[in-house]
Each structure stands twice: as C-alpha cells, then as structure tokens.
Nanobody, 124 residues
Framework: QVQLVESGGGLVQAGGSLRLSCAAS????????MGWFRQAPGKEREIVAG????????WYADSVKGRFTISRDNAKNMVYLQMNSLKPEDTAVYYC?????????????????WGRGTQVTVSS
C-alpha cells in the first residue's frame, strides 16, 4: 500500500509562488500515474495536474495552465507541483494521488491512493 504525504502549502500573497511536494512510501512511484487535486470549501475535488509514469510535460487544468508545473523524480519517490502567479481562487486543500492505470485520469475516482492534503491560501 502506497502512503502519500504532501508538504509545502502555506499562506502567500497573490502573484506569489509555492512548491508543493508529495513523498511516497510503501511502493514504487514509477508504477503510478500521479495527480494533484484540490478542493475548496463547498466545492468538489478537481484535478489540477497529472503526470504519466515516466514523466513528461504533464496535463493541466485550463485554470492553471501556464502557471503550474507538475514534475516527478521516480528515483526519490517524489512528485512536485510548482505554482507560480498564484491567485486567490487557487486557495484550497491540495492533494496528491496515485493511480495504477496507464493514462492520466481527470476525475478523482480512478486514483487508488491519496494523501491527507496541504492547505494553500492565497491572499488578495
């Protein structure tokens, strides 16, 4: 069973940057498609970005395209989300998730393992 632990969240002013990290244990990260999701109060959980097992450019939600970058280091069992030009609407709890499938799924259901999340708050 894979355990995922997110870190790097916090309070930042609009226009600022944060880098989220996701540390995986109990499994080989290269066996999983990885995704970053977020959930704001009163809203459904939504995907922010996903990355294939071998890495590559990743997939991004339109709302973050050009501002966020997902990456992974399979040797270190780590996944990252670099967030630039943050906006107040990016405020949410951010979750790391792992999927044993082959493709990047944009919905939460296919993902098998989830972290507990890290809070990101962007002030205006």
């Amino acid at each position: 069973q894979v355990q995922l632990v997110e870190s790097g969240g916090g309070l930042v002013q609009a226009g600022g940057s944060l880098r989220l990290s996701c540390a995986a244990s109990g499994g080989t990260l290269s066996s999983y498609v990885m995704g970053w999701f977020r959930q704001a109060p009163g809203k459904e959980r939504e995907i922010v970005a996903g990355i294939r097992r071998s890495g590559g450019r990743g997939w991004y939600a339109d709302s973050v395209k050009g501002r966020f970058t997902i990456s992974r280091d399979n040797a270190k069992n780590m996944v990252y989300l670099q967030m630039n030009s943050l906006k107040p609407e990016d405020t949410a709890v951010y979750y790391c998730a792992a999927d044993r499938g082959e493709l990047i799924s944009t919905g939460p259901n296919p993902y098998d393992y989830w972290g507990r999340g890290t809070q990101v708050t962007v002030s205006s």
